[in-house]
């Protein structure tokens, strides 16, 4: 018994398990709050940032509500909801700052690395879309963090905006676009790698790449037992620890499961898989600049709206478009076909089977885009690029996102396209559950867990004046203060060296 008191004392004080971007946030902040701090991150795969934050893996668009129409519902009353829209254009601007505090400090080298400017876009056409467009350019303008958006219907304008939506478009039909120079590409995997890589370097911190969780277990001391395997060797050991994060994106869900605390129970996972059409034309490639989104499919979850997307890839610009929906019952891109099935448990059997139940549309929209033939993704391409031709494209697997179901007292569960910690054992366990908005708001979900689980911590002076310093807003709104805004815009601009390309004339 002695023994194993000895053992379970032993250990770092933090586990983080998955190497993607989540847990490169929490363990940057976690070290630079309390450098004294120990770490250890498992991750199943040879390298960091291979699933969902991986570059190729995800949209790399810096969400800030500028061009995401679903974050901006219509409502019964015909008036346009921005409050969802302001929440996320709140949170990009936090991870800025974060991200701007890694540069000052050395830790990323070069801010076009990972970050570059790029006008967000939405476009629609047919009358009821444009008027709804209209409706919404009004509504945000209205609040700080939207102005400098620009509107058009005008055909010449958006031409000259977005050239390749125009060329060969019926120019009869209504067309309208907004445009905010302000937005901005991620490449969220350069990020994610860079941030292991100088914990990598920090004393107290070790990562354990091909090293994959099996089991946890909180034992008598209030520590938790982590079982691991080591994918090469084959050999499994236990590891103890204080604090667990689980940033295991798709296989978070199983692993809270296995943590047996009351507060994960009863959540269930849908799995969303995705397909892009990646261009290979570089002339083509160069003519578009900038991300347009696009409304919806009716009967379509949020995270398939289209878009037709300039990406910045290794220094390389590129051309995505997609996404589109598929169903497939892995959690993981590289995860096992048995993970849905296997994530059906008694506590989560009610609420699954009621969401499916009410989401059977869905369903049927996933598996209709899974049996769409190329020349029908061909289609759904010319409707942003009329002049598209298929030999210029390939079609290229996205990341695997898992959609949280969860219990609900009137309808049994329900399914929900958002993110949520999910903390237990005193906060002495905390998981990530979802996938949207997704990494741009990585900063801010981590600060949520960071004052949820750390709350003894968080006030004291030496974390307050250090969160300041690395989120120079931090406590205070950006969207009821538009002086501030302007100052951390001006400041996350030049630190991250975010030119809004010139306006044309
Ligand atoms: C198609 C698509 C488009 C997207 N577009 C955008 C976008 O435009 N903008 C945006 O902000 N977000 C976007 N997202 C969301 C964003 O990619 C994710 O929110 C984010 O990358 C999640 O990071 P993570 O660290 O939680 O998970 P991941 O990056 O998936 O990392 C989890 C890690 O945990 C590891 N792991 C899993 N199980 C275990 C285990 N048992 N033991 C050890 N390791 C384990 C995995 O191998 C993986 O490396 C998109 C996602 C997808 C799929």
């Not at 000895?6 to 190497?19: H, N, R, Y």
């Not at 898992?402 to 998981?431: W, Y």
Request: proline fraction near 5%; charge should be neutral; hydrophobic fraction near 40%.
């Amino acid at each position: 018994m002695n023994s194993m008191k000895d053992a379970t004392d032993k250990g770092p004080d933090v586990v983080l398990i998955g190497a993607g971007i989540m847990s490169a946030t929490l363990g940057m902040m976690l070290k630079e709050l309390q450098p004294d701090l120990t770490l250890e991150i498992y991750e199943r795969l040879d390298v960091a940032a291979a699933e969902s934050s991986d570059a190729w893996n995800n949209a790399g668009t810096g969400h800030s509500a500028f061009c995401e129409l679903n974050y901006t519902p219509e409502k019964a009353d015909g008036t346009i909801d921005v409050s969802k829209a302001v929440k996320i254009a709140e949170s990009f601007e936090i991870s800025k700052q974060f991200w701007a505090y890694l540069i000052q400090h050395n830790i990323i080298e070069l801010p076009t690395s990972f970050i570059k400017s790029i006008p967000h876009m939405s476009f629609v056409w047919g009358n009821d879309n444009v008027n709804f467009l209209r409706k919404r350019y009004e509504a945000m303008t209205k609040c700080h963090l939207f102005q400098g958006m620009e509107y058009s219907e005008n055909q010449e304008k958006l031409k000259e905006w977005v050239p390749l939506i125009m060329e060969g478009r019926d120019n009869s039909e209504p067309v309208a676009a907004t445009k905010m120079d302000l937005g901005t590409d991620v490449n969220f995997g350069a990020l994610t790698r860079s941030m292991f890589n100088y914990l990598q370097q920090q004393e107290g911190v070790t990562i354990h790449f091909s090293h994959e969780v099996r089991k946890l277990r909180q034992v008598e001391n209030g520590r938790w037992r982590i079982r691991v395997k080591d994918l090469h060797s084959g050999e499994k050991r236990n590891v103890f620890a204080r604090y667990i994060f689980i940033g295991a994106g798709g296989g978070a869900l199983s692993l809270l499961e296995k943590s047996d605390i009351p507060e994960g129970q009863g959540y269930g996972g849908f799995p969303v898989s995705g397909q892009w059409l990646k261009c290979t034309n570089r002339a083509v490639i160069e003519r578009h600049k900038a991300k347009v989104y696009g409304l919806a499919a009716v009967g379509s979850p949020p995270m398939s709206v289209p878009h037709l997307d300039t990406r910045f890839i290794n220094g390389q610009q590129e051309l995505l478009f997609g996404p589109y929906a598929g169903f497939s019952t892995k959690f993981l891109k590289k995860g096992s076909f048995l993970d849905l099935p296997k994530s059906i448990k008694p506590a989560n059997l009610r609420p699954m089977i009621s969401a499916g139940i009410h989401n059977l549309a869905l369903t049927k929209y996933l598996i209709d885009q899974v049996r769409q033939s190329p020349e029908e993704r061909l289609g759904a391409l010319k409707d942003y690029f009329p002049e598209a031709k298929a030999e210029d494209w390939e079609l290229e697997v996205a990341g695997q996102r898992v959609q949280i179901i969860k219990k609900d007292p009137d309808k049994g569960g329900v399914l929900e396209f958002g993110t949520e910690v999910v903390s237990g054992a005193n906060c002495t366990l905390a998981a990530l559950l979802g996938a949207s908005p997704g990494a741009s708001t990585s900063v801010s979900i981590m600060i949520g867990l960071l004052e949820r689980c750390f709350m003894h911590r968080i006030n004291t002076d030496e974390w307050k004046a250090k969160l300041k310093e690395m989120i120079p807003s931090y406590g205070q709104s950006l969207a009821d203060n538009p002086e501030l805004l302007d100052e951390i815009r001006a400041y996350t601009g030049r630190v991250l060296d975010l030119t809004p390309a010139v306006k044309e004339k």
